[in-house]
């Protein structure tokens, strides 16, 4: 039996440029900023998505046209809902994880500016 290929780094170029690596990279970072600063806005998961998908086309083409940064911003989009699929899947319920809220923010659902968030808090 041959034994397991053990990887070298955890992330490479060539990992990133995957789906599965991007919309990994993007999980981490924001759930990372969410946790560790208490700072993720709703358009950060998707700025960090449309950073790497774009990243990612210039690294990957020598000429890039147009229409490779149309396809890099849908990329964006599709590492973004990866992302934040993962992230509401592991945060088990629906609901926001808060510890205070404002009464119309709770009504609507929504968590406070002064609401502590989870590392796995839903983006949306």
Not at 60 to 81: M, P, Q, R, T, W
Not at 104 to 118: H, L, M, W
Request: glycine residues 12%; contains cysteine; neutral net charge.
């Amino acid at each position: 039996m041959a034994s397991p290929v053990i990887p070298e780094e955890f992330y490479t170029l060539q990992s990133m440029l995957t789906l599965t690596g991007s919309a990994g990279a993007t999980f981490l970072i924001c759930n990372g900023l969410q946790r560790a600063l208490d700072f993720n806005p709703r358009w950060l998961g998707l700025a960090v998505a449309e950073a790497l998908a774009i990243a990612g086309t210039l690294v990957s083409h020598e000429a890039v046209k147009g229409s490779d940064y149309f396809v890099a911003i849908v990329n964006g989009f599709l590492i973004y809902a990866t992302a934040a699929g993962a992230t509401n899947i592991g945060g088990g319920s629906g609901a926001p994880a808060t510890v205070d809220r404002g009464r119309a923010d709770e009504r609507a659902g929504r968590p406070t500016a002064s609401a502590k968030r989870r590392f796995l808090s839903p983006w949306f």
